[in-house]
């Protein structure tokens, strides 16, 4: 008489630090990841790197320029709209034409530029708020 074990359980495939796609997304995942690399390597856009020179040059006029948004004849707030100004244009400049968009000074340029911006919103709103409620001595 010949015994013949058979195992109730089937066996399981086991993978071992390895990880398993499905081959239709394989070609997907390669032309995506060439396609993110090339975008890293040559930084923003040619539109974006374009519009942030208009921006740095329309912030050197501004500074240039004698009408401004505070006066320069008051001592410390005349001189902080223009330094501001030319900041976040530097900032933005300097976003739009790094090489890697991901790399952690950029995207701290790109928050630090965006704080500046609302802090100049905010200071512009009082000055121009102060400048409607306050009335003129002349």
């Known amino acids: 008489m010949v015994y013949i074990e058979v195992d109730s359980m089937p066996q399981e495939k086991v993978y071992e630090d390895a990880e398993v796609h499905d081959m239709n997304d394989m070609g997907h995942a390669s032309s995506r990841e060439g396609s993110s690399?090339?975008?890293?390597?040559?930084?923003?856009?040619?539109?974006?790197?374009?519009?942030?020179?208009?921006?740095?040059?329309?912030?050197?006029?501004y500074d240039i320029s004698p009408l401004d948004l505070s006066p320069d004849r008051i001592p410390v707030l005349g001189w902080l709209d223009d330094a501001g100004i030319i900041l976040?244009?530097?900032?933005?400049?300097?976003?739009?034409?790094?090489?890697?968009?991901?790399?952690?000074?950029?995207?701290?340029?790109?928050?630090v530029k965006w704080m500046m911006v609302a802090v100049l919103v905010i200071a512009a709103a009082v000055i121009i708020g102060l400048y409607v409620t306050i009335p003129r001595l002349d």
Do not use: C, T
């Open 37 to 61: 690399a090339k975008e890293v390597q040559n930084g923003a856009p040619v539109v974006w790197k374009a519009l942030s020179v208009i921006i740095a040059m329309m912030a050197l006029a």
């Open 88 to 111: 976040v244009a530097a900032l933005n400049a300097y976003h739009q034409f790094a090489k890697d968009q991901s790399a952690l000074s950029v995207r701290l340029a790109k928050y």
